[in-house]
């Protein structure tokens, strides 16, 4: 160590260092829909910062509003309530619950699969809710570890992925074309 190059026998560290690079750059990334809205803009800059920064333990409670905010345009994008006829609003979980049941009644899945997932995710976030009350910087708790809400906050973000790609894939036009399909955007010109 300390010259500008590798000798054969530091290979072997050489690589276990290159694995050891590979694995921490991989596990810093979360994927979260992109966000038009200043709140939500910022609650995903500080998830990013803090993610990159190795602190999911951090997340918990931003993810947590992040995706109640998000969960809620969603809701309100399809004219389902967010809260009740006092005008409290429904817990995150509850929220779910909703927009899957909407979700059914109107077809938006190919596969049982998705249905049954999405149903199952209720579970989770209920679950969530807990652990961003008794584990995370919410509330003076004892923070959850570090691999499990990396663990947590990735389940919750490949969730809301889902949503947010499966609520693009519905506003796309599409029109027969030759052997497939053509996807319009109803708000450019027809490119021929």
Not at 154 to 164: C, E, G, Q, R
């Amino acid at each position: 160590m300390g010259t500008d190059y590798w000798s054969d026998e530091d290979s072997y560290d050489y690589r276990q260092v290159e694995d050891i690079i590979k694995r921490l750059q991989s596990t810093s990334e979360v994927s979260l829909p992109a966000q038009e809205s200043t709140d939500l803009k910022l609650i995903l800059s500080d998830i990013e910062s803090n993610v990159q920064a190795g602190k999911p333990e951090l997340v918990i409670d931003q993810l947590h509003t992040f995706a109640t905010k998000y969960i809620r345009e969603i809701c309100q994008k399809h004219e389902i309530a967010i809260a009740d006829e006092k005008g409290d609003h429904y817990s995150l979980d509850s929220l779910v619950a909703k927009l899957k049941g909407w979700y059914e009644r109107e077809n938006y899945f190919e596969s049982e699969f998705c249905v049954v997932a999405i149903r199952n995710t209720i579970n989770i976030f209920t679950k969530y809710n807990d652990l961003r009350n008794s584990k995370s910087a919410a509330h003076p708790n004892q923070l959850l570890q570090k691999a499990e809400a990396e663990y947590a906050i990735k389940v919750i973000a490949n969730t809301l992925m889902f949503i947010d790609n499966i609520e693009k894939s519905k506003a796309v036009e599409t029109i027969p074309w030759g052997k497939g399909e053509l996807f319009v955007d109803p708000d450019s010109e027809v490119p021929f």
